[in-house]
């Protein structure tokens, strides 16, 4: 039995998502080491995903849960909450980036 196109891109689609969330979180637990934060990368990548999730019923709500609860367990909420700032403002920049970049392959097509 074949799998359909359909499924196939589905597990594309899932994959690029998982992958794009592990990055991102080993991006802010990064920040949070920059920041002099002992965090360990699981309990990063933790609090990255419950946010994650929460941002997708109420937008912002995953960075507050974050600051929250991650400058709970260090003691330092507003270093926690520059790094939030940080990783959220380079996720825009990159796709603003990359959105420049689409935007200027499709118009040359159109020339």
């Known amino acids: 039995m074949t799998a359909s196109p359909l499924s196939l891109w589905t597990l594309l689609a899932v ?3 998982l992958s794009a969330s592990l990055v991102n979180s080993t991006k802010w637990w990064l920040l949070l080491r920059g920041a002099g934060l002992e965090v ?6 933790y609090h990255y995903l419950v946010g994650y999730f ?3 019923i109420i937008t912002g709500l995953g960075e507050v849960k974050r600051v929250v609860d991650v400058g709970r367990e260090t003691g330092a ?3 926690v909450a520059s ?4 990783e959220r403002w380079t996720g825009v920049t990159g796709h603003l980036f990359v959105s ?5 392959v ?4 159109y020339e």
């Open 15 to 17: 994959g690029v998502s």
């Open 40 to 45: 360990a990368w699981r309990r990063a990548a």
């Open 54 to 56: 929460l941002n997708n």
């Open 77 to 79: 909420v507003s270093a």
């Open 83 to 86: 790094t939030v700032f940080v």
């Open 100 to 104: 420049l970049i689409a935007v200027s």
């Open 106 to 109: 499709a118009a040359s097509r």
